[in-house]
Nanobody, 126 residues
Framework: QVQLAESGGGMVQAGGSLRLSCAAS????????MGWFRQAPGKEREIVAA????????SYSDRVKGRFTISRDGARNTVFLLMNRVNPEDTAVYYC???????????????????WGQGTQVTVSS
């Protein structure tokens, strides 16, 4: 089992920045591809960004491309999401997800991830 713990959520003004972190732990951590998803009230969960186990490959939603950056500290299986120029539409619960892999690629569909964190709230005020 892999446990994921998110941190860094909170309130931020439009145009500001916020950084989320997600640390993976557990007896079978292994090699992980990881991703960030978000879910706003009344909406479906959507991909924000994903990163391969090596960190060399990344994928972004069109909604955040150019504003958000996903990165990872591979040695510690920790992934980060730097959110710049946020706007009220970015308000959501943000979830970290992970899966064990045997190749270096990204995964952008929620069904591909068996492990999930509990989520952290991000609220952007206008």
């Amino acid at each position: 089992q892999v446990q994921l713990a998110e941190s860094g959520g909170g309130m931020v003004q439009a145009g500001g920045s916020l950084r989320l972190s997600c640390a993976a732990s557990g007896r079978t951590v292994g090699i992980l591809a990881m991703g960030w998803f978000r879910q706003a009230p009344g909406k479906e969960r959507e991909i924000v960004a994903a990163i391969s186990w090596s960190g060399s490959l990344t994928s972004y939603s069109d909604r955040v491309k150019g504003r958000f950056t996903i990165s990872r500290d591979g040695a510690r299986n920790t992934v980060f999401l730097l959110m710049n120029r946020v706007n009220p539409e970015d308000t959501a619960v943000y979830y970290c997800a992970a899966r064990q892999v045997d190749r270096d690629t990204t995964y952008v569909d929620s069904y591909e991830y068996p492990y999930w964190g509990q989520g952290t709230q991000v609220t952007v005020s206008s």
